[in-house]
């Protein structure tokens, strides 16, 4: 039987994965500077390890009396989540900026299928509207007139699934385990795959840039703020969100992303951008208040 929860709660919630978004904006203005510098899978690597030792320090007990189940699936979202950021990282090689944060956002529109079938939560008509509203709204705020179709775009749809399996799985797992007990295996995990791969993937690596302080300080930010906190906030999150609302919520990293990027890298901001972000607020509304529309009550 599915637990019910009440409406503050699932608002807090949604606070909590709004938030999430927010760090996340951010965090593309700290990335677009430390990505300069050092190579792409060894900043994953020492961006999630960081994450992943404070983490470990905070919940130190909970590691403690984990069950082995509960580390398995934490080391699943691990794997998802860490294969996301590898293909989303890879594809962008391939292909534009503009593009790979369109497609990789698409899990909007992938999440409430993989939920059926992985969850047997069957996706609402209301649920497919606000993902296409969110889909247009991401279109009109990422794409700025590429064509075509390339390599990168095929390994960026592979991130975008990624993503979406992750989301799906997390429903399942955090409603039978501890959010934050899940957040720091799967960190782990996401950190020990990209030390595995780094080397194949960029060759050496000197840790002697880590002796600038700015560039110090800006993967302290994305591993404190960008990692250990959104992904902890997102698993607390989803613990009391449907796969559908968490994904639409989530997406809204993209209209963040693009407001910081107006503000602090000089971007401008155009009608298209605005109507795109109204379309992204507008698919989040519709997601919530379609229930209610419906005269009949929410269901996943």
Known sequence: MEIQYSTKTKMFAALGL?????????GF???????????????????????????????????????????????????????SYLFQTYGLKHTTASKNAFITTLYVIIVPFFHWLINKKRPKLYNLIAAVFAVVGLALLSLQGDKGINYGDFLTLICGMCFALHMVYIDRFTAIHDPALLTVVQIAVAAALFWCVAPVLDGTFSFAVLSDRGLAAGILYLALFSTMLAFLLQNLGQKYLSANTSSLLLSMEAVFGALFSVIFLGDVLTERMLTG??????????????PGLSGKGRNG
Do not use: Q
Not at 38 to 43: K, R
């Open 29 to 83: 203005v700290v990335m677009k500077n430390s990505v300069d510098v050092v190579l792409p899978a060894y900043l994953l690597a020492l961006r999630f390890t960081a994450a992943a030792v404070s983490m470990a320090a905070l919940f130190h007990k909970s590691l403690r009396g984990a069950s082995r189940e509960a580390l398995v699936c934490g080391a699943v979202l691990g794997v998802f989540l860490g294969t």
């Open 18 to 26: 709004l938030i999430t978004t927010m760090i996340w904006g951010s």
């Open 277 to 290: 972000c109204a379309l992204m607020f507008a698919a989040v509304l519709f997601s919530e208040l379609g």
